[in-house]
């Protein structure tokens, strides 16, 4: 079974970093989707970064582009979130995602409608 466990989040300044973790259990990063997504009170959720396998370059949403980087590390079965830059509009809360999924299936509509998720950490940017 399947099940992801993100940490990490934390109330920062804008301009700060944070990193935050996402421990799987029950599979193998490989031939896995995974992403994380964010959702602040009263908008849609949003993909901030995905990725198909690990070592693959993820893909990012235009809005974290530049700041946000999604590091890996197979052997502890880790994905991270690594946050610079942080502005008051990144404050949300985020959480991972992941699915078995074919390379060509592996994008945010996909794996929000299908993936497996944690249960969120909390990042908030103060101005």
């Known amino acids: 079974q399947v099940q992801l466990v993100e940490s990490g989040g934390d109330s920062v300044q804008a301009g700060g970093s944070l990193r935050l973790s996402c421990a799987a259990s029950?599979?193998?990063?490989?031939?896995?989707?995974m992403a994380w997504f964010r959702q602040a009170p009263g908008k849609e959720r949003e993909g901030v970064g995905v990725?198909?396998?690990?070592?693959?370059?993820?893909t990012y949403a235009e809005s974290v582009g530049g700041r946000f980087t999604v590091p890996q590390d197979e052997t502890r079965n880790t994905l991270y979130l690594q946050m610079d830059g942080l502005k008051p509009e990144d404050t949300a809360m985020y959480y991972c995602?992941?699915?078995?999924?074919?390379?060509?299936?592996?994008?945010?509509?996909?794996?929000?409608?299908?993936?497996?998720r944690g249960q969120g950490t909390q990042v908030t940017v103060a101005s």
């Open positions: 990725l198909f396998d690990c070592g693959n370059i993820p």
């Open positions: 029950g599979y193998s990063f490989s031939r896995y989707c």
């Open positions: 995602a992941a699915a078995h999924l074919s390379p060509n299936d592996c994008d945010f509509a996909t794996l929000a409608r299908i993936g497996v």
